[in-house]
Structures are given as structure tokens and as C-alpha cells.
């Protein structure tokens, strides 16, 4: 079983920025779409970011819209979301996803292939 692996996560003040990365050893992402979800205390897994296997299609959700960027490494096994102006209220655990099917990722998250366990990001005000 492919297993994710997200880093990044901690605490930042408010205003600050972080960058969180995602690899996947044993699994080769050139085929893969890529995406970071969060969920908060008390709320659901929502999806944050996605970017497809060639880079040509994105998607960043409109709560983080100009604040976090989804990115693709040089590697074919890397992702990354740079958050910036963080917030308070982005204080989550990121999680990072990845299927063979960017629609999949973006339109149907519950049938998404691979996941990783997670990384917490708290944002003091």
C-alpha cells in the first residue's frame, strides 16, 4: 500500500507563511493528479488545491484563492502548497491526495486512490 507523505506543518503567527510537501516513495506521480485537502476541528475534509499529472489543469478553492499556490517538483514525486498571509481560521490538519484522475480528485474526493496521514498547521492570531 502507497502510503503519502506530507511535511511542512507547524505553528505560525498570523500573517506568516508556510510550505508544506508531499512525496510518495514507491509510487511514481507522473501519471497521478495531486491535491491538499484540510479539515478542521468540527468540519469536513474539503479540498484545498489540485494540479494534474502534466501541470496544465489547477484548481485552488476560493477561500485560499491568492493566499496558497499548488506546485509540481522537478521530480515526478513531489508536490508542494505554499500558504501565505496565513490565517487563523487555516488552522488545520493538511492532508495530500493522489489519483490517476484529476476529476476524481476534484469532483469525487471519496473515490480518491492514495492519501497520506496528514499535518497539522496552527496559526496563532
Known amino acids: 500500500q502507497v502510503q503519502l507523505e506530507e511535511s511542512g506543518g507547524g505553528l505560525v503567527q498570523a500573517g506568516g507563511s508556510l510550505r508544506l510537501s508531499c512525496t510518495a516513495p514507491g509510487l511514481t506521480f507522473g501519471r497521478h493528479a495531486m491535491g491538499w485537502f484540510r479539515q478542521a476541528p468540527g468540519k469536513e475534509r474539503g479540498l484545498l488545491a489540485a494540479i494534474s499529472w502534466s501541470a496544465t489543469r489547477s484548481y485552488v478553492a476560493s477561500s485560499v484563492r491568492g493566499r496558497f499556490t499548488i506546485s509540481r517538483g522537478s521530480g515526478e514525486n513531489t508536490v508542494y502548497l505554499q500558504m501565505d498571509s496565513l490565517k487563523p481560521e487555516d488552522t488545520a490538519v493538511y492532508y495530500c491526495?493522489?489519483?490517476?484522475?484529476?476529476?476524481?480528485?476534484?469532483?469525487?474526493?471519496?473515490?480518491?486512490?492514495?492519501w497520506g496521514k496528514g499535518t497539522l498547521v496552527t496559526v496563532s492570531a
Open positions: 491526495a493522489a489519483d490517476p484522475s484529476y476529476d476524481t480528485l476534484v469532483v469525487n474526493s471519496a473515490g480518491t486512490e492514495y
